[in-house]
């Protein structure tokens, strides 16, 4: 189970040239329990390819398969099923929250799969603690608390419908480092803790290689890369395609050259700081 996309693109329609596909040719799958970054320039076809992920677009050509079901190609068609099994936290979440209370707008996605009120009522407690939303929280207005509340709202609220995936479409975006670092710390735990398998979609290579284990790299609508993440930035390949290198990966480079210790790909500074005690220097 899982995702799969077979000779997919997408075409817009209305815009001048309406023959110009988006996503083009897109051949991909995703298992239960991954954790994938798609990276690439704006415009390459980020959004568009993992809008498809939970039915928001449907393909203008080749198929969309969302765990056994696929994407009909008519609007018109039930896709409340397929929504179902993939959250998509979109950037900036937190303009979806509309309801008078924060716990009210969580419950808004399991009720509106038919759910009875108490049990939408658990669901969303359940899925505000998980994100650390306190008791004292989620009888206020959504909008009469901090940004990075509202975000954390808007997730419990995808949360609550208890998706296998979650698509997360540039989530930092817009916070400061702290709370950058404290919703992907949230996202991680997720993943690891509930199993779920996380789609990610980011500019930032310190965030993508500290996280994601398999990266896909777009480029012009077109997957140019799909591995793992040592494969990428170990090689020259990252530089193909003009990204940037992680810092914890130049620091153990770095690291391993002036103190002549064996290098070791880790993308994560907790993890460097670990292997130089392990070292015993
Ligand atoms: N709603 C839309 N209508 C028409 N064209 C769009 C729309 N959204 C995106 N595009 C175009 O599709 C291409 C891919 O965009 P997008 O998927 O948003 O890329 P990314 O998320 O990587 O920045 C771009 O050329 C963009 O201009
Ligand atoms: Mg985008």
Redesign the pocket.
Request: aromatic share 10%; charged share 15%.
């Given at each position: 189970m899982g995702i799969l996309f077979k000779d997919v693109s997408y075409a817009?329609k209305?815009?001048k040239d309406d023959r110009?596909e988006?996503?083009n040719g897109i051949n991909l799958k995703i298992k239960d329990g991954e954790f994938v970054a798609i990276i690439?320039?704006?415009?390459?076809?980020?959004?568009?390819?993992v809008?498809h992920m939970n039915a928001l677009l449907q393909p203008s050509k080749g198929t969309v398969e969302i765990y056994g079901n696929i994407l009909p190609k008519k609007r018109k068609q039930k896709i409340g099923p397929i929504r179902k099994h993939v959250g998509l936290v979109f950037q900036f979440p937190e303009y979806q929250l509309f309801e008078y209370t924060v716990l009210k707008d969580i419950m808004f996605g399991p009720k509106n799969f038919g759910l009875k009120e108490e049990e939408a009522e658990k669901k969303a407690r359940e899925a505000a603690k998980l994100v650390g939303l306190g008791d004292e929280i989620l009888e206020r207005s959504p909008f009469r608390i901090s940004g990075g509340q509202m975000r954390r709202t808007a997730i419990a609220g995808i949360l609550a419908m208890e998706p296998h995936v979650l698509v997360l479409?540039e989530p930092t975006r817009g916070l400061d480092p702290q709370g950058a670092k404290e919703v992907m710390e949230l996202f991680n735990k997720i993943h690891e803790e509930y199993n779920k398998t996380i789609v990610l979609?980011s500019h930032d290579m310190n965030i993508v290689s500290k996280y994601a284990k398999r990266i896909i790299v777009?480029k012009d609508?077109k997957i140019v890369f799909d591995g793992n993440r040592e494969e990428l930035f170990l090689s020259s390949n990252f530089k193909d395609f003009s990204l940037e290198k992680p810092l914890a990966l130049e620091l153990m480079e770095y690291l391993s050259e002036t103190l002549n210790i064996p290098f070791k790909p880790l993308f994560n500074e907790e993890d460097i700081i670990s292997y130089l005690k392990e070292l015993d220097l």
């Open positions: 817009y209305g815009v110009f988006a996503i690439g320039k704006t415009g390459s076809g980020k959004s568009t390819l809008q479409d979609v777009l609508g």
